[in-house]
């Protein structure tokens, strides 16, 4: 069975502070595909990152960054000197490679950035 | 165009009230989807439109009706609702039809729909 951790209900950082928003998953497949999505208040999802099983190399962008670690299960989200507008629910999602597949969202971490 | 629209943006039905909810892409994708999301929840899968045909039903109630009358747009008709079915209603569409693998789906904003 395929499982997604989000361990974080909900976080308040004050503007500028770092926050890392953890993930984690459980599957069997050899293939598979981790995404982030950040959900506005407005309602949309917006797709932020994919990664599939056979790349571990990190990524940075602007001022996101996710590490992933396979060796742990661990797909975690980094956002440095956050802002405001980075208030939104997140959502860790995973995805096997085989037809019929739908995604399997982690249970969403609230972040609230404070002024 | 690389945007999923979703009309009405907030709906208010009676139980006994038919309505529609209406989804439209133009990036030329070839599966649609239907999600439901209730508060503090992440989505649930409804439906799957692949090449304008239902390809996935996840056991939803016959009051839910969805209906692709093309490649561009999906509707999902809502006849005899409850209250526990007040959620916000999303649209996706991705470029593939095949549902695994890793290709991004394109969300719309939703429908937020309360049944009183």
């Known amino acids: 069975a395929q499982k997604v951790t989000q361990a974080q209900t909900e976080i308040s950082v004050v503007e500028k502070e770092d926050v890392t928003l953890d993930c984690v998953y459980e599957t069997r497949d050899t293939t598979y595909y981790l995404f982030w999505y950040k959900q506005p208040p407005s309602g949309e999802l917006v797709f932020l990152i994919r990664?599939?099983?056979?790349?571990?190399q990190n990524e940075i962008s602007g001022r996101y960054s996710w590490n992933f670690q396979k060796s742990t299960s661990s797909f975690n989200f980094t956002i440095t000197a956050s802002q405001v507008v980075d208030s939104a629910v997140y959502f860790c999602a995973l995805r096997g490679f085989n037809y019929g597949q739908n995604f399997v969202f982690g249970p969403g971490t609230r972040l609230s950035v404070l002024p | 165009d690389t945007e999923v629209t979703q009309t009405p943006k907030h709906l208010v039905m009676g139980m006994t009230n038919k309505k529609s909810l209406k989804c439209e892409q133009h990036?030329?994708?070839?599966?649609m989807y239907w999600y439901k999301q209730k508060a503090k929840k992440p989505p649930e899968l409804m439906f799957v439109?692949?090449?304008?045909?239902?390809?996935i039903n996840e056991s939803v109630p016959s009051r839910f009706s969805p209906e692709c009358p093309n490649s561009s747009l999906l509707n999902l008709h809502l006849h005899a609702l409850q209250p526990e079915d007040s959620a916000l209603y999303l649209c996706a569409s991705s470029q593939r039809s095949r549902m695994g693998g890793g290709y991004g789906y394109t969300f719309g904003s939703g429908t937020r729909l309360t049944v009183v």
């Open positions: 990664r599939n099983s056979f790349d571990e």
């Open positions: 439109y692949s090449y304008e045909k239902l390809s």
């Open positions: 990036m030329g994708h070839r599966a």
